[in-house]
């Protein structure tokens, strides 16, 4: 009879550890489509913070330039001594500029650059607004009638999008440029030269998908870093969930939107 009841028991609790985990997703799920449509709404019908969208966009940039070139850099050097040998064996080192470039426009530069940019603004964005909530900072400006979305939120996820492609595209050069390195490790080669063979298999749809994409992975930081920075909790504990959060979320959404580009350019 024991066992029956501490079975029965067990069933009821693994049930209603379902139960609340459901509610708590639906709830969650809620909470993000009121989250877009608030900043929907506000987008077309307020004027954008110029200054503050200015502001956000240097503070994108002047954060993420060092990291990304030095990480370019590297890129193009690994890509480069990894690619050689097998190209030596085959008599085709001339193909080495142009699959290195290929390789690094196409998903090495937009992928590394949203990544490090995850972790580089979007728990930047997580902690602040995460720390204004904490300090009724966000409750001030609603009860002042300042509306927090229209300053707060739009502004940063604008400049994330605007930034991260320009960012893609200083991470491409720079990995060209840390690949023309690893090239003259072993043999000799100009940088004009390089740079010609390189573009020579560079083609308009290897360029073209991969900064849409990267205009997406801006948008996908922004939002998931204000989400949840401006829905953390009370607790000063919660500014580090915010950002941890952030950047674990937005991580594993780039992976879904790269996923999802990269089919949709395989049937161009």
Known sequence: MSKKILSYSHNKSFFSAIKEKSISFFINVANVMDYLKNITRNLFSNTLEFQEFLKQCYQIGNKSVGLISITGIIIGLVL??????PLVDFGAVAMLPGMVAVSIIREMGPVITA?????????SMGAELGSMRVTEQIDAMEVSNTNPV?????PRVLAAT???????????????????LGVNIKDDVSLKLFITQAFKSVEFIDIVPALIK??????????????????AGRGTESVGIAANSAVVTASLLLIIVDLIAVQITDLL
Not at 115 to 123: E, T
Not at 167 to 177: H, P, Q, S, V, W
């Open 115 to 123: 990544l490090i940019c995850a972790g580089k603004i979007g728990s």
């Open 150 to 154: 229209n300053f707060l939120i739009i």
């Open 214 to 231: 990267s205009f997406f992975f801006g948008a996908v930081i922004g939002l998931v870093g204000c989400y949840k920075g401006y829905n």
């Open 80 to 85: 480069t001594i990894q690619s050689r040998p």
């Open 162 to 180: 605007v930034m991260i492609p320009i960012l893609t595209l200083y991470a491409d050069a720079i990995g060209i440029f840390g690949s023309w």
